[in-house]
Antibody
């Protein structure tokens, strides 16, 4: 069974950087899959942040691209998100998810439980 | 403002059939398939329908999806109280070169 678990600070100061890690078990991040980050502000809908392929290819949401970095750590079987210059608008539950490759539409088939990150001084 | 448009709310009584619409454009739904996710209160989203009309293992056949042109729909038949959740459509957008979601529809079982 594939499991994903987000971890990282729950509170970040404005203008600082948000860093989260997603630990993957039951699957190898070196396998043929994309690994993605999605966020959800309190009481609002889902927003795709970006995703990374096992080869290192990356796609970012154009609206966040200038502030986001997604990376892989194959030795630890995890991937990470860094969001710079955060404001209160970046307060959200951040989810990591696996993209199912080989299926038309490439859906997210496994999700982490989510990590609430609050941007506040 | 979400790229894909969903009604903010829907409702039905137990046993009824409910449909939720998702409207997009030629760069997303019009040229790519649609996935649907169910998010129960306080939990992570769960894949409900992929590739327009396919159900993952374990999803009841009460849930079905369809797509026509630049719109898609999720239908839930035999509505049950446990279906009360938020539902999101999603697709790849060729113009944005990224994934887009609908704003979500909150389904209430009366």
């Amino acid at each position: 069974q594939v499991q994903l678990q987000e971890s990282g600070p729950g509170l970040v100061k404005p203008s600082g950087s948000l860093s989260l890690t997603c630990a993957v078990s039951g699957a190898s991040i070196s396998s043929t899959n994309w690994w993605s980050w999605v966020r959800q502000p309190p009481g609002k809908g889902l927003e795709w942040i970006g995703e990374i392929f096992h080869s290192g290819s990356i796609n970012y949401n154009p609206s966040l691209k200038s502030r986001v970095t997604i990376s892989l750590d194959k030795s630890k079987n995890q991937f990470s998100l860094k969001l710079r210059s955060v404001t209160a608008a970046d307060t959200a539950v951040y989810y990591c998810a696996r993209v199912l490759v080989g299926v038309v539409g490439s859906p997210f088939d496994y999700w982490g439980q989510g990590a609430l990150v609050t941007v506040s001084s | 403002q979400s790229v894909l448009t969903q009604p903010p709310s829907a409702s039905g009584t137990p046993g009824q059939r409910v449909t939720i619409s998702c409207s997009g454009s030629s760069s997303n739904i019009g040229s790519n398939t649609v996935n649907w996710y169910q998010q129960l209160p306080g939990t992570a989203p769960k894949l409900l329908i992929y590739s327009n009309n396919h159900r993952p293992s374990g999803v009841p056949d009460r849930f079905s999806g369809s797509k026509s042109g630049t719109s898609a729909s999720l239908a839930i038949s035999g509505l049950q109280s446990e279906d009360e959740a938020d539902y999101y459509c999603a697709a790849w957008d060729d113009s944005l070169n990224g994934r887009v979601f609908g704003g979500g529809t909150k389904l209430t079982v009366l």
